[in-house]
């Protein structure tokens, strides 16, 4: 577990990652991350890939066209 503080940015709040974390992420400066809510609780901080936000916009798009044929099936 890492222990994260939040700080002023300039006029935003912000958090600095430690360099381990970083090499473990395989991040460097510049690079995108995800921040998503996990279902057990929390969220989740992951780094920013473009094949898994095209999928999920066509999950979306499903989601949006079969939203009745998905509830009546829920019941």
Known sequence: MVEL???RIG??????????????????????????EAPEGGYRLSPYDPEFER????AEQGIREYRNTLRELAK
Request: no cysteine; glycine share 6%; net charge positive.
């Open 11 to 36: 006029n935003s709040l912000g958090v600095r990652l430690p360099r381990e974390v970083l090499s473990r992420m395989h991040l460097a400066d510049g690079d995108k991350l995800i921040l998503t």
């Open 55 to 58: 999928q999920l916009e066509i």
């Open 5 to 7: 503080k939040i700080i």
